[in-house]
């Protein structure tokens, strides 16, 4: 099992995320719960309670985290508990940026949450897109990947809703009955048929179907969780990025998507958020940019094990 963040710097990242959650008399329940969630159930430390941990201070968190891959998660996983802070504020935001900047680090993440605090919603939504700008053919299913000029839909197209569609015509547990399934237990509309859906929703979709995931808030950061302890890649990243944006700070939103905020501190989800690190962290194989389509007529089990998903568990 891999992990980000080796287990020689557990302790000390901890503290650091301590120390960067300790403002304006302490840190929130949220923040709490997903810390020692993360310590816990994530990097096996149940012998830690973030409660009594000593905060690790700038200085000495830049001189203890010096690989510049774990400077990096530790700047990202700071972000995710900034953007846990409800409602953000400037002290939280000057904190994390303080931390960041002793590491000598920067990004996404950190940009959003300023713009969150200091401007507007609109500004972060703005931030978010400019860093996913080009990087649509990225996020698509890969037999569709050129067809589109733009990366994505400029008008409705009804061939491609009509294939997907077709797919429940398809074995009951295939992958491509399941995936049609999914949009219609939930009230959805296939991609092709309403170009404001995101063509990436194909195989953002069919990586629900595989992981488990429903599409609502908790499932939907933990579906991004399991998919950077997959593959622990600054694309990943991103997409968590999104997914909180969305689920958890509610700066995100768009066609069937309504923004909200403190989707992890609801009952079971920050153990459901754990567990899809861990089970992420246990396949042999990245199933995010798989070929989806091409297996469509598999059945859904045998995918699972060509990835070696674990079972839901949460």
């Known amino acids: 099992?891999?992990?980000?963040?080796?287990?020689?710097?557990?302790?000390?990242?901890?503290?650091?995320?301590?120390?960067?959650?300790?403002?304006?008399g302490g840190p929130t329940k949220e923040q709490c719960a997903v810390l020692q969630a993360l310590a816990s159930g994530y990097w096996g430390r149940s012998d830690l309670d973030v409660g009594t941990i000593e905060p690790v201070g700038v200085d000495?968190?830049?001189?203890?985290?010096?690989?510049?891959?774990?400077?990096?998660?530790?700047?990202?996983?700071?972000?995710?508990?900034?953007?846990?802070?409800?409602?953000?504020?400037?002290?939280?935001?000057?904190?994390?940026?303080?931390?960041?900047?002793?590491?000598?680090?920067?990004?996404?993440?950190?940009?959003?949450?300023?713009?969150?605090?200091?401007?507007?919603?609109?500004?972060?939504?703005?931030?978010?897109?400019?860093?996913?700008?080009?990087?649509?053919?990225?996020?698509?299913?890969?037999?569709?990947?050129?067809?589109?000029?733009?990366?994505?839909?400029?008008?409705?197209?009804?061939?491609?809703?009509?294939?997907?569609?077709?797919?429940?015509?398809?074995p009951e547990s295939t992958l491509g009955y399941e995936y049609v399934e999914f949009y219609r237990r939930n009230g959805l509309t296939l991609p092709g048929e309403d170009p404001h859906i995101p063509l990436t929703f194909v195989s953002h979709d069919?990586?629900?179907?595989?992981?488990?995931y429903e599409p609502v808030g908790v499932d939907e950061i933990a579906l991004g969780a399991m998919q950077l302890a997959m593959t622990d890649s600054d694309m990943h990243w991103l997409q968590f990025l999104g997914n909180l944006g969305v689920h958890e700070a509610g700066y995100l939103g768009g066609t069937g998507l309504v923004p909200k905020e403190g989707a992890l501190a609801r009952p079971g989800a920050t153990e459901t958020l754990v567990h899809a690190l861990t089970r992420g962290s246990e396949c042999t194989g990245d199933f995010t940019a798989a070929d989806h389509l091409g297996m469509a007529d598999r059945p859904l089990v045998d995918v699972r094990a060509q990835f070696g998903v674990p079972p839901r568990l949460r």
């Open 206 to 212: 069919m990586c629900h179907v595989i992981g488990g």
């Open 1 to 24: 099992m891999t992990r980000f963040i080796e287990d020689g710097s557990v302790d000390v990242v901890i503290g650091a995320l301590v120390g960067m959650i300790d403002v304006e």
């Open 60 to 170: 000495d968190t830049a001189a203890a985290v010096t690989d510049p891959l774990a400077r990096r998660r530790l700047r990202e996983l700071m972000v995710l508990l900034e953007l846990c802070r409800h409602p953000l504020s400037e002290a939280q935001v000057a904190r994390t940026e303080a931390y960041a900047a002793g590491l000598g680090e920067s990004g996404p993440g950190l940009q959003i949450a300023r713009d969150l605090v200091r401007k507007s919603a609109d500004v972060a939504r703005a931030d978010y897109a400019r860093f996913l700008a080009g990087r649509a053919e990225e996020l698509a299913e890969p037999s569709l990947r050129g067809k589109y000029p733009l990366g994505d839909f400029t008008e409705p197209d009804h061939e491609l809703a009509a294939r997907l569609s077709a797919l429940h015509d398809l």
